[in-house]
């Protein structure tokens, strides 16, 4: 079988390599892989950012979709030929998250899905809802499933606000679950174009943070002076303190991403005065992904992203680091 490898880390070191096509024991599924997202995740450790230790040679993505091409002894939950994808963190199957959960996650700990064939645990996975293709399927098992849980943090309510941050794949993901809950949500972008993208999906106010940099002031302005119930923040050290003071008293800043450094240092009072919540976000659980499948098939839910084929991973991984997309960035294994 063919796979993509980290051989040493940065995206020219990627290589693409025959391997083995393995065998599933015990418990365990083979699955054929028709479609895989990035995330940014991904970038991180193809360059080696993510975790400079990481064990070498190592296939990298947490996010794919397939068929189920054999099973295991034992394995009862699947059969040959179920349309499946692979959980983020195979240990993690309910309940809170703690040390030993967190072990087993894709692209990571073990081998990932940039991959024709891979053997997966027959509880790490779950069915697809039957409307989605594998490539829309493929953009679940990271982005979605964290959404969906940044919007659960904040108890958001019907008529509530939230706040979204650029149009990667969870940006694009909680507006659309914050549209299913009835909630009226805010962007921020540094494109035009991207944000009229957004508004065609359901966003109901944006701002492009180039040309107005002071977004916190314009979220309170948006809301009566209120703020926003909650922020999706995915920005990090830098976006943190603006998201803080973006918030009502009370609100929630559900904490998803690192993707800028720190600039300012975080305003404790902030927090203090406002009573604020951080919630960490890291992905969720195998129960999590279900219960979401239920709301994307009810409520028939598609997925955004640009598809390439999987011999353009190098390429996608430079795009992403670009920031150039819009929604997710998905390969097609043929």
């Known amino acids: 079988m063919r796979a993509w490898q980290i051989s ?33 995740r991904d970038l991180l450790m193809v360059k080696g950012l993510y975790n400079p230790k990481l064990k070498l040679p190592r296939i990298p993505c947490s996010d794919g979709a397939g068929k189920v091409a054999a099973v295991g002894e034992g394995v009862t939950a699947w059969k040959t030929g179920d349309r499946v994808a692979g959980i983020f963190m195979q240990n993690w199957l309910d309940g809170v998250l703690t040390a ?24 790490g996975l779950v069915a697809l809802p039957e409307h989605l293709s594998f490539e829309e399927a493929a953009t679940l098992p990271c982005a979605a499933v964290t959404a969906w849980n940044a919007l659960a943090s904040g108890d958001l309510k019907p008529g509530g606000t939230v706040l979204i941050q650029g149009t990667g794949g969870v940006a694009i993901f909680a507006l659309q679950f914050a549209r299913f809950r009835g909630a009226r949500v805010l962007g921020i972008s540094g494109s035009n174009e991207k944000l009229d993208r957004a508004y065609s999906l359901g966003l109901d106010g944006g701002l492009n943070y180039r040309e107005t940099p002071d977004w916190d002031r314009w ?69 999590d992904f279900v219960e979401m499948n239920k709301a994307i098939s009810l409520g028939g839910l598609r997925p955004v992203g640009e598809n390439f084929l999987w011999s353009q991973a190098r390429e996608v991984l430079e795009r992403m680091e670009e920031a150039s997309h819009f929604g997710k960035l998905v390969l097609t294994v043929a």
């Open 8 to 40: 040493s880390f940065g995206i020219d070191s990627l290589e693409f390599v025959e391997r083995p096509t393995p065998e599933p024991g015990p418990g365990e599924v083979l699955v054929k892989v028709h479609a895989i997202s990035f995330n940014y």
């Open 100 to 123: 030993n959960k967190a072990k087993g996650a894709l692209g990571g700990d073990v081998d990932g899905m940039l991959v024709e064939y891979v053997v997966l645990k027959e509880t």
């Open 219 to 287: 979220a309170v302005e948006e809301t009566n002076g209120e703020g926003v119930d909650l922020v999706v923040e995915v920005g990090g050290e830098a976006t943190l303190p603006r998201s803080l003071r973006a918030i009502r008293i009370g609100g929630t800043v559900a904490q998803v991403g690192v993707l800028t450094g720190a600039a300012n240092p975080v305003p404790i009072p902030t927090i203090l005065h406002k009573m604020a919540r951080i919630h960490g976000i890291y992905v969720g659980s195998r129960k």
